[in-house]
């Protein structure tokens, strides 16, 4: 099991990749612009990722969400490639 935090705002959660694939397991992704990764065969964009997982609706970037998912072993991927 792979772990990683994340500050966003003034709180730092804690993620395990496990945590995110049993989240994603029952969440229909939305619309991704530019990035994504693929869990159960679904996309999803980084940062509903990181929202299901940590269930904020603080606002934050979407490079820390790419990063705390690289953190955790997932490959990012860009639409275009």
Known sequence: MKRTAIRIGTKLYGLTDTHV????????PT?????YIN????H???KQVIRLATK????F????ARRA???LGF???RVDS
């Open 75 to 77: 490959e990012i991927k």
């Open 61 to 64: 970037g979407p490079a820390k």
């Open 56 to 59: 904020t609706k603080k606002p």
């Open 69 to 71: 998912l690289t953190d």
């Open 39 to 42: 869990v159960h065969g679904k």
């Open 44 to 46: 999803f964009p980084p």
């Open 21 to 28: 694939k049993a989240v994603l397991r029952r969440a229909t």
């Open 31 to 35: 619309f991704i612009r530019l990035y």
